[in-house]
């Protein structure tokens, strides 16, 4: 049975398809990424070959987990395309997470093996507890083999990947090839993916979502460009988009938002055709600047989906649309799923009643890995005999239009970058501060738009400092699990009942607990600036010349954000580096004025000027404070 044009009846592996493109277009290109590194279909399949080779001689032929410890690189996707051609599923790892997360991972996975590019070939030795094997990936391009091709099935694992539950625990979500099949064929039918499109993979390998883009591309024959955005930062995106003439790239709105505050008002893009958006609401707002800077042939697609179900709806929006709500809604269901809401019971609500996003389809994840309990909790039979029904544990509700409506998590889990963070997890690390009584952290909205979290204390005697609690979590949770705020509180708002009222929580002001440093005001114009710049990103009132970036909220992308704004406002070419070297409103200012002495003189004549209207005693002021 033909269930997607042109794909047959999708009784094959990944393994499979890739290599039918390439008898297709051998000499078309299809990966490249990095310091030039390019790959055509022919060489791209070479070196997945010879990789699976390798892995087969370390752990043998059949099923198994293999560990991809993985940055965003042409090295990480050939690890990714040449462990499934070993017959073997991967488990990608992140480099940035705390080594004891990804050590976790592979013992739950009961994996052996770790693929890791060579950069990353220390850090690959120490994820095993009991003992275990590396293999580096370095691009052999001259000592290409041909192995034969291991035996996958379509219902055999395509990868494991690891989510965190309300519990905190993390839960391994399996995924097979006969629904990476089934998800890249219809998105294949509905967006007319053909070999002319060059894919912008900016989506990290951990991240259920970056299969859509990987097997988007290399199983249609179309080309992908890869750009880590952690090393590259947001402001080498826009030229990146530009120069390389990506047809479809895949994001989660707050990148998205950072990117389009990157671009000028004359900025176009008319290469681009396809944008998917996923993973945090999608605002009008977004919208209007996607309007500005595209042509009316691209699509912008806000989409709802999860690791468990791959795409569950999505919304296409074209410029000269005019989107009512103000949080986008996320649109009808995609190919082979049907949502409905149904209340805690299970039952089906009225359409326009608030409840649990529900999702049936033939092409669901089987389940967790090694947890019966909650795959039996999350997963029920559906209305088809071959169909099941699974409980995303997320909030929504139908629109009259027939659209879909989402509204966060059932179990107060929120999404900062796309990722989800259980509070409790956060919350119960903060109680082992010894000067922290109780915590509360939750998730709000910052003046850009985006999901920040914001940890509330309540301390024992005197407030701990920013960088103390900062220190405490930064060792045990990644990155995105890290608030950017502490306010300090004498008592947490409860219901009756004694849960914490997160809704009732302040937003994060004056009460912000401070850094181990005095507060130092600015002392000429340029501290001023920055300063002035900083605190506009941060969403703080007052922040001092000595106070360290990063313990006030920064991180790498807001980083990108404020170099960006600098180099505008002062005409100079710092790089996020520069941030990172020097993370404060001091050290910047230092740097600023380090650049090049015809921007020196430039400053001067400004300050000349501004000294031109004052007084004597004003000036002698000016001067003497440093201006």
Known sequence: MTLVPGWGDLEFSTPERFARVVESVPDHLALTGGAGVSLSYAELHAETLRLASEVLDLIGPGPGHVGLLADLSVEAVVGMLGILAAGKSYVPLDPS????????????????LVVAPARLRESALGLFRQGGSVLSLDLKTSQRVATPRQTVG?????NLIFTSGST?????VVQTHRNVIFDTAASASVYDTNPNDRY??????????????????????????????????????????????ITVTHMVPTVFRRWMATLAADDQYPDMRLIKAGGESLLRRDFEAFSLHFSDSCVLRNGLGTTETYLIAANLLRPGDTPEENILPVGTAAPGREFAIVDSAGARLPDGEVGQIAVSSRYLSPGYWRNDEATARAYLPGPGGDERTYLTGDLGRILPDGSLHHLGRVDEMFKIRGQRV??????????????VAEAAVTAQATREGDNRLVAYIVAEADPPSTSSLRALLSGRLPPHMIPTAFVSLTELPVLRFGKVDRRSLPPAGESRLTAEVEYVAA????????????????????IGVNDDLFDLGLDSLIATQLVGRINQDFEVGLTVDAVFESPTAAGLAVRIGE???????????????ELEALDEDQARSRLGSGG
């Open 422 to 435: 259980d509070p409790a997890e956060v919350e119960t690390i903060l109680l082992e501060h010894p000067g």
């Open 168 to 172: 905190g625990t993390p839960k391994g």
């Open 200 to 245: 912008g993979l900016v989506v990290p390998l951990s991240f259920g979502a970056s299969v859509s883009d990987v097997m988007g591309a290399l199983l249609n024959g179309a080309e992908l460009h890869v750009l880590d955005l952690r090393r590259a930062g947001i402001e080498s995106m826009a030229a990146w988009m530009r120069s390389h003439r």
């Open 523 to 542: 002392r000429n114009s340029i501290e001023e600036a920055v300063v002035r710049l900083s605190a506009g990103l941060l969403g703080l009132e007052r």
């Open 97 to 112: 997470e705390p080594p004891w997360v990804a050590a976790s991972k592979m013992e739950n996975a009961l994996g052996e």
């Open 154 to 158: 379509p219902d055999e694992i395509f």
């Open 595 to 609: 650049e090049p002495a015809s921007r020196r003189i430039d400053d001067v004549v400004s300050m000349l000027q």
